[in-house]
DNA sequence: CTGAAAGCGCTAACAA
DNA sequence: TTGTTAGCGCTTTCAG
């Protein structure tokens, strides 16, 4: 472990001020060649290298890059929702020129935001102290996709909401009356607001929820299997089912191939999330499209404007899913 | 834009010194109950938020941040080879404390590496100029996957001829004696040494390259449907297939469908890369699995000691890729 | 063209 | 328990 050395180190040695080493240092054009290139040389001999901290304390420059929590569980680089935001943050950094911090976080630790101007939460579950601590020390946060009641903190959601009715709103435009659902795990705001969803574009035309089309399900193929038994099992059995989730409508598909039962020909599914998966596989899915790019582009944009005082207080969006239509719905042959 | 309040500005308001502030906001405990709840109290109303550079300065805390420089192209965040990296990276940063500030950029702006006190770089091929600076600049630096010659700078790369060769002699070690290869680009390191590896183990078991047999790809599936028309109108065509990439591989494959030849009883291929696409699709792909996340998580650690000048001078490590069996491949039915 | 000196905002002895 | 006083390593007037 070496002694740090220091500007003073590098001026002593060459000779000079340590004014000058920092002029050769910023490339001021009024140094003496002969000098500078003493200079540089001694740089290069003692490998000296700026302390960047100090530069920017006695620069005073604005400290320009935000912070990114994620929870640090395996796969996370894997799920195609961390990935799309992730990718949305950089491109919207790259714009504003702001550095990404990447904090991959179990939650437990106290997150030092050491040089964060800001911090945007992909994941609240398991962040949620975190973010009441940042909240607390006056940090700038916005929190993604999570709508958060108990503290006044900024967030950019999805239109769960909107989505599930987008979704089934299609299914009966296609002339479906006999329609299904599968529903997210209702602890969750996605899960209730996608059913919320599809009761409302149910109602909207005059459509009754049936009970028995209704399968509380909470995300997991297992239980999109067993809604799917069920609805087969029944005397009059839907026409189109509108899965929370693409995993669960792919699964549904897979019962159905199982049954015989053709998919679009005999039941339209449709999904949630345009997870690529669904392009694979028998019949490409049609399914709701969440803007998570944009929403993480967004998330960069409105933390940078808090940070600079631009805005004022906390803000709030939510953002409106997209139907991406694909091979796994038709009208109903019946 | 408001004047930016400061660590006196809350003494002042709280009728404290400056260090008194400084102790609440470290939370040290022999601060009177009533005092530091006064402070607080103005910490809040003036939304005070610490100057973290400052703090950095004043503890002379060491800069324990690794930028990871990723080139900014669309797809980049979807592309296997730079997701596994992250992971890795990722991970290593995770358990070494450290941060991750992700630079993604088209290689042209010059990088200020702010508060980075090391780079690793993912792709040198566009970043080749802020590699130069960096090093000029004595900031410690590891390039991935590249081998660079020009430049004394540490890498940590696979051994592609390894790789190669590993392919290869699995095919042998099956008994297959008519081997042929479809190679990467004939540009790119990674092309030229995967070939080498392919050339060594047939040397090394004594069978003749032949050279209708070499067929030089691009690593594009236009190629090697050219290779594998060619091998296929062989009069006596190889019995099995080395590619220089899944996706070259995945291409034989389809071709050898169109044409009625089964895979493997017919002919073996082997792929590199273990894309996930070679799972998916009529037979699984054996492959050649380059170790992604661990060259990521070794390329932390690197950079770590390197940084904390625990290793002097650069460092060259090359990994071993690993052979992952699958269904593509078998015995020669002749 | 060069250097002395005064900070940048905060922490950390050292006294009081 | 609190305040005074030096710095942390560098930039930046302002003289020379």
Do not use: W
């Not at 239109?159 to 997210?184: C, S």
Request: charged letters at 20%; proline letters at 5%.
């Amino acid at each position: 472990m070496e002694k740090k050395i220091s500007i003073t180190d590098v001026a002593r040695r060459a000779n000079v001020s340590i004014t000058t080493v920092s002029r050769v240092l910023n490339k001021v054009p009024t140094v003496n060649k002969e000098i500078a290139q003493r200079v540089d040389q001694v740089i290069a001999e003692l490998k000296f290298r700026p302390n960047p901290t100090a530069q920017r304390l006695a620069k005073g420059t604005q400290n320009t890059a935000v912070g990114f929590v994620i929870p640090g569980y395996p796969g996370i680089f894997h799920s195609f929702y961390a990935v799309e935001l992730m990718r949305g943050i950089g491109h919207g950094c790259e714009t504003l020129r702001l550095d990404l911090i990447f904090h991959i976080t179990d939650g437990r630790n106290p997150l030092r935001s050491n040089f964060a101007g800001g911090l945007i939460f992909a994941d609240i579950i398991e962040n949620l102290p975190q973010v009441e601590t940042a909240v607390h020390e006056n940090t700038p946060c916005l929190v993604i996709n999570h709508i958060v009641k108990d503290l006044d903190v900024s967030y950019i959601a999805v239109d769960n909401v909107k989505g599930g009715f987008t979704a089934t709103e299609y299914l009966i435009n296609l002339g479906h009356k006999r329609i299904a659902t599968v529903t997210g795990n209702m602890q969750t705001q996605a899960g209730i607001d996608r059913f919320e969803g599809f009761q409302k574009a149910l109602k909207q035309h005059g459509i009754d929820c049936q009970p028995d089309f209704c399968f509380k399900g909470d995300y997991s193929r297992r239980s999109a299997r067993q809604a799917a038994e069920r609805f087969f099992s029944l005397e009059h059995p839907p026409t189109a089912v509108f899965a929370a989730s693409d995993d669960m409508a792919l699964e549904i598909i897979s019962v159905a191939m199982e049954n015989g039962i053709k998919v679009p020909e005999d039941i339209s599914i449709i999904g949630f999330d345009d997870n690529p998966a669904g392009l694979f596989g028998p019949v490409a899915l049609t399914t709701i499209k969440q803007p998570l790019f944009a929403m993480g582009e967004e998330a960069v944009k409105v933390i940078y404007d808090i940070m600079m005082d631009k805005q004022i207080g906390v803000v709030h969006k939510v953002l409106a899913p997209d139907l991406i239509v694909r091979e796994s719905c038709s009208q109903p042959s019946s």
